[in-house]
């Protein structure tokens, strides 16, 4: 899945459709992510999340 800024300041807000993208409501995932900027590596990471609708 590959999303984009939500607003281009410095800090930066990704906004994912949980459930366009199928995942359950209410279960627990991983989410990983690596954000890049014109190629330079800007911060890599994981964490839980959880939604409900």
């Not at 807000?13 to 366009?20: C, L, N, T």
């Amino acid at each position: 899945m590959s999303v984009q800024p939500s607003n281009f300041t410095n800090d930066h807000e990704y906004m994912i459709d949980y459930a366009q993208s199928g995942l359950r409501p209410n279960e627990l995932y991983r989410l990983y992510y690596v954000l890049y900027n014109n190629g330079m590596l800007l911060h890599k990471g994981h964490g839980d999340v959880r939604y409900s609708n």
